[in-house]
RNA sequence: GGCCCCGUCGUCCAGUGGUCUAGGACGCCGGCCUUUCAAGCCGGAAACGCCAGUUCGAACCUGGUCGGGGCUGCCA
């Protein structure tokens, strides 16, 4: 059997980080079976989609290197794959399934309906008993899919094991509303069907309406697929993840300064291990030994601490060319416009040492935006904390004429001069170099202080230090 | 309430009856290194929810209990 499977996201927001772990192993499963991924669009809710998120699912999947060979946008046999356009095709399914005995037109009151199943389940019966009981209903009403009363519905799920749902735990549900559109649960196990879906890999939250999908399937003739219920992820209060657990979408993380690699192997080990204590490791890594049985049956909190160590990481492991590619938009993004062909030689010779101290793509820019600027602008804590010490002017004075004379103008050539001058004056390091590192970087933190001199330049650094020193006077 | 799922350090994972005085990672704490910030290195605290049972032996098997979560919509 060659596998297919999909991944139904709905445009009604910005895609999702647990909709992206499920596809994620959707991918996983698909890449190491050798079968097919398939990206196709719920977009059933007509109150809430809108074609505008179509966008950020698609760019967002491609950003992370998930691929798919059929889906919106790829096209196929199938020709689309937005549920919007095989609205047809789903009312034909409903209709037949009322033909065969499977459904039933409800037209009635749903007030009425739910006092009935309420009724019916303060009794311990199924709804269905009453709401069977009423009178015939007209054509133009919702259609109901009819639970058979007695069967129970039993599969094998491949990440929790043998499930068994008794007949009357499922109500009749609503397969076509009364406005002509399919429920999700309709419309999601038509296209499982008439696409071929073999595997289904979702979330946990859809594990108690996996037997309407089920009966539905077998009404309409056709095997169900095999599913697989991935556990849900939680933010740090142990509750589902939403957005007041801060970020949640995907594309908060790729606009935060997230590297595609890391937010991939950080979705990967959240409820799946590769084995052996190892838990950095590629896609291909990954793919090459995916299975769903070695997926995890507990839900697992979304801890944005770890991802961040990871981000590191990998931003470490790059090598410096790559990382000063991908640092590029950033940097133009804080120096607030492109660099001539000069400055990014600048930027390259000291993004070595920018890029051990990021974690994020977005810590790389400001932390070179003094070489690109014209006015400095002073964080005013550092300067309280560095500018208000005993002395600070006459070390500032100094270092500005021994750098006057520092030939050539290199970081071993700085480095002797000012440690000579920590020397002379009889003070420590830190003493004598914070005051120079805020004074031309405007902040007490930076990229280590005798190449951020070199790069800046002699005459531009003892400018700036000259400057520092009439705002010091002038305080 | 009903149905269903889950339960190893704060967090993510390893662990499938003995090799577990429970391993790794993040985070945390302490130290080293050090011109800041990171990184790096060394060390530390930290868990099998609980109670029974099966067994010579249980984190691993069974039952119960407690706790957490999901679903219970003409949302997905």
């Known amino acids: 059997m060659t596998v297919r499977v999909r991944i139904a996201p709905s445009d009604t927001g910005s895609i999702h980080v647990g909709n992206v772990r499920s596809a994620l192993f959707n991918w996983l499963f698909a890449r190491h079976n050798g079968g097919t991924f398939i990206v196709r669009i719920d977009d059933t809710d007509l109150e809430r989609s809108d074609p505008a998120h179509l966008d950020d699912i698609v760019s967002g999947l491609r950003w992370l290197g998930l691929d798919w060979d059929e889906g919106v946008e790829v096209g196929g046999p199938h020709g689309t794959y937005k549920q919007s356009d095989r609205f047809d095709r789903y009312r034909q399914v409903a209709m037949s399934l009322v033909e065969a005995g499977h459904a039933y037109f409800d037209d009635r009151d749903p007030d009425v309906l739910e006092g009935l199943r309420v009724k019916a389940q303060k009794e311990g019966k199924h709804?269905?008993?009453?709401?069977?009981?009423?009178d015939p209903p007209a054509t133009d009403g919702s259609i109901?899919?009819?639970?058979?009363?007695?069967?129970?519905?039993?599969?094998?799920?491949?990440?929790?094991?043998?499930?068994?749902?008794?007949?009357?735990?499922?109500?009749?549900?609503?397969?076509?509303?009364?406005?002509?559109?399919?429920?999700?649960?309709?419309?999601?196990?038509?296209?499982?069907?008439?696409?071929?879906?073999?595997?289904?890999?979702?979330?946990?939250?859809?594990?108690?309406?996996?037997?309407?999908?089920?009966?539905?399937?077998?009404?309409?003739?056709?095997?169900?697929?095999?599913?697989?219920?991935?556990?849900?992820?939680?933010?740090?209060?142990?509750?589902?993840?939403?957005?007041?657990?801060?970020?949640?979408?995907?594309?908060?993380?790729?606009?935060?300064?997230?590297?595609?690699?890391?937010?991939?192997?950080?979705?990967?080990?959240?409820?799946?291990?590769?084995?052996?204590?190892?838990?950095?490791?590629?896609?291909?890594?990954?793919?090459?030994?995916?299975?769903?049985?070695?997926?995890?049956?507990?839900?697992?909190?979304?801890?944005?601490?770890?991802?961040?160590?990871?981000?590191?990481?990998?931003?470490?492991?790059?090598?410096?060319?790559?990382?000063?590619?991908?640092?590029?938009?950033?940097v133009v993004d804080s120096v607030g416009r492109d660099l001539s062909s000069e400055e990014w030689a600048v930027f390259s010779s000291i993004a070595p040492l920018v890029q051990e101290r990021a974690k994020l793509l977005t810590e790389v820019g400001p932390q070179v935006t003094f070489l690109f600027v014209d006015v400095l602008e002073?964080?005013?804590?550092?300067?309280?904390?560095?500018?208000?010490?005993?002395?600070v002017g006459g070390v500032l004075?100094?270092?500005?004429?021994?750098?006057?004379?520092?030939?050539?103008?290199?970081?071993?050539?700085?480095?002797?001069?000012?440690?000579?001058?920590?020397?002379?004056?009889?003070?420590?390091?830190?003493?004598a170099f914070q005051p120079v590192r805020v004074a031309i970087t405007g902040s007490s933190i930076s990229p280590p202080l005798f190449e951020s001199l070199a790069a800046l330049g002699r005459e531009r650094s003892v400018s700036r230090i000259l400057g520092a020193l009439a705002r010091l006077g002038s305080d």
């Open 378 to 391: 002073y964080d005013e804590g550092s300067w309280e904390k560095v500018m208000t010490k005993d002395d």
């Open 127 to 134: 709804p269905g008993t009453y709401i069977r009981r009423l």
């Open 144 to 330: 109901r899919f009819s639970v058979p009363p007695d069967a129970a519905v039993t599969f094998t799920d491949t990440v929790r094991g043998e499930m068994r749902f008794e007949a009357d735990s499922v109500d009749d549900f609503v397969i076509l509303r009364s406005n002509g559109v399919p429920t999700y649960h309709l419309a999601s196990t038509v296209d499982d069907v008439d696409y071929g879906i073999t595997h289904v890999i979702r979330g946990e939250d859809l594990l108690s309406s996996t037997p309407k999908h089920i009966l539905l399937a077998r009404a309409m003739g056709a095997d169900p697929a095999i599913y697989a219920h991935l556990p849900l992820l939680f933010g740090p209060d142990g509750k589902k993840l939403s957005k007041r657990h801060g970020d949640t979408s995907l594309a908060a993380y790729r606009q935060g300064g997230y590297l595609p690699e890391a937010v991939f192997n950080f979705l990967a080990i959240l409820g799946w291990s590769i084995g052996e204590d190892r838990e950095i490791f590629t896609a291909p890594d990954a793919v090459e030994v995916f299975t769903l049985e070695r997926v995890s049956k507990n839900p697992a909190v979304f801890d944005t601490d770890k991802l961040l160590w990871m981000n590191g990481e990998y931003i470490r492991a790059l090598g410096v060319d790559d990382f000063i590619e991908r640092a590029r938009p950033w």
């Open 397 to 431: 004075d100094d270092a500005a004429q021994r750098l006057e004379s520092v030939a050539p103008f290199e970081t071993e050539t700085i480095e002797a001069a000012l440690r000579a001058l920590a020397e002379d004056r009889g003070i420590g390091a830190g003493k």
